[in-house]
T-cell receptor, first 116, second 114 residues
Framework: KAGVTQTPRYLIKTRGQQVTLSCSPISGHRSVSWYQQTPGQGLQFLFEYFSETQRNKGNFPGRFSGRQFSNSRSEMNVSTLELGDSALYLC???????????????FGPGTRLTVL | AQKITQTQPGMFVQEKEAVTLDCTYDTSDQSYGLFWYKQPSSGEMIFLIYQGSYDEQNATEGRYSLNFQKARKSANLVISASQLGDSAMYFCAMREPNFNKFYFGSGTKLNVKP
């Protein structure tokens, strides 16, 4: 089975621009979660989508948004980029059924975003 | 309160020795899952091992084992026979069943010395 894929792997943007990151989960996984990782703040949860619905949301401003498509692929968008948005953005997918090891989150390689 | 606490920001271990990475958690749920991930410098988070709250046996996966002490709410990762390739950040995580919420610790940076 193919793993979680994320595109693009690297991105350089300037302040004020917007960016869209894409994540394709493992086949059969319906839950996709997004995380932001920075040296100062560590790994922070952005949001989780399950069957095209946002089920969980972290404490991020409204500039961060996401969506999930019927094939479980997910995108996240950041508008009006700020310098502090420079980070590694990780996507993770899971079966998210009733509990147990099947709920393990498997991560993609990440998208490294640099805002200049 | 922190859901996951990793008190060791950095650790050193000699190659071929065993090392224990500490993790404590906080939950009032009876049913939860505990996970360990490895993150090399490349950035990808690699799943290592899972322990369910109802599992009576400690989980093992190759050189990785999880020392699960439910009453103390601790889930320490033990790596036996350390290898140079084990040098990485290690994250402890917990899943609470309600709404599939995952919580991650701040990580422990492990350096394996030759």
């Amino acid at each position: 089975k193919a793993g979680v894929t994320q595109t693009p792997r690297y991105l350089i943007k300037t302040r004020g621009q917007q960016v869209t990151l894409s994540c394709s989960p493992i086949s059969g996984h319906r839950s996709v979660s997004w995380y932001q990782q920075t040296p100062g703040q560590g790994l922070q949860f952005l949001f989780e989508y399950f069957s095209e619905t946002q089920r969980n949301k972290g404490n991020f401003p409204g500039r961060f948004s996401g969506r999930q498509f019927s094939n479980s692929r997910s995108e996240m968008n950041v508008s009006t980029l700020e310098l502090g948005d420079s980070a590694l953005y990780l996507c993770a997918s899971s079966l998210a059924v009733a509990g147990g090891p099947e709920d393990t989150q498997y991560f993609g390689p990440g998208t490294r975003l640099t805002v200049l | 309160a922190q859901k996951i606490t990793q008190t060791q920001p950095g650790m050193f271990v000699q190659e071929k020795e065993a090392v224990t990475l500490d993790c404590t958690y906080d939950t009032s749920d009876q049913s939860y899952g505990l996970f360990w991930y490895k993150q090399p410098s490349s950035g990808e988070m690699i799943f290592l091992i899972y322990q369910g709250s109802y599992d009576e046996q400690n989980a093992t996966e190759g050189r990785y084992s999880l020392n699960f002490q439910k009453a103390r709410k601790s889930a320490n990762l033990v790596i036996s026979a350390s290898q140079l390739g084990d040098s990485a950040m290690y994250f402890c995580a917990m899943r609470e069943p309600n709404f599939n919420k995952f919580y991650f610790g701040s990580g422990t940076k492990l350096n394996v010395k030759p």
